[in-house]
């Protein structure tokens, strides 16, 4: 049975600071996607990863994939507080299959 | 382009009721999802459909959930009868085959 692990679960930051959130699976897979999802609303698609060393960048936000170290990371730059919410990674054990989420990383930014 | 469409938004029932969910897929979408997300948790797939049919559905408590997507398009998804562990919000996803799943905003189910 897959699992996906996410760490840290909470993260309380300053704005302008630099974090990492990691998301470690535990087979093997090639595909990751880092979802967005604010209080009481629905997930945003923010990155697909597509194969190993895979790297993307939006905005103050960039995710790396390692599919050998079976691990993906969601890195903040000089966080704003409109970066606060919860980042969920998704494995996808096979293309088109089902998604296995981590359990979140809840993220606040104090001003 | 319009998003994948759930309806209710919120429900509150006491156990032992049944509920109903909709979801209406992107349009030309042809995989469908359900997910469960308990509050404070990842979500959890309870049901794929490949057009018509069921690709997997080894997480659905069979006992009590059941799902089905006529004509490979719209899908409903029933409790019957409700515990009060079904308390989640209810996610519908949809994707073109073997690509990114785009979710719909979710029904909230309370079970009292």
């Known amino acids: 049975e897959l699992k996906v692990e996410q760490n840290p679960l909470f993260l309380s930051m300053q704005e302008g600071k630099n974090y990492t959130i990691y998301c470690n699976y535990s087979?093997?897979?090639?595909?990751l996607y880092w979802y967005r999802q604010d209080p009481g609303k629905s997930l945003e698609s923010l990155f697909v990863l597509l194969s190993n060393g895979a790297v993307k960048q939006e905005g103050r936000l960039m995710a790396s994939l390692d599919t050998k170290a079976r691990l993906s990371t969601l890195h903040i730059t000089a966080a704003v507080h409109d970066l606060s919410a919860t980042y969920f990674c998704?494995?996808?054990?096979?293309?088109?299959?089902?998604?296995?989420f981590g359990e979140g990383t809840q993220l606040t930014v104090n001003p | 382009e319009a998003g994948v469409a759930q309806s209710p938004r919120y429900k509150i029932i006491e156990k032992r009721q049944s509920v109903a969910f909709w979801c209406n897929p992107i349009s030309g979408h042809a995989t469908l999802y359900w997910y469960q997300q308990i509050l404070g948790q990842g979500p959890k797939l309870l049901i794929q459909f490949q057009n018509n049919g069921v690709v997997d559905d080894s997480q659905l408590p069979k006992d009590r959930f059941s799902a089905e997507r006529l004509k490979g398009v719209d899908s409903t998804l029933k409790i019957q009868p409700a515990k009060l562990e079904d308390s989640a919000v209810y996610l519908c996803a949809s994707s073109l085959v073997s690509y990114e799943q785009f979710f719909g905003p979710g029904t909230r189910l309370t079970v009292l």
């Open positions: 998704a494995v996808d054990e096979s293309s088109g299959s089902r998604l296995t």
């Open positions: 087979t093997t897979s090639d595909r």
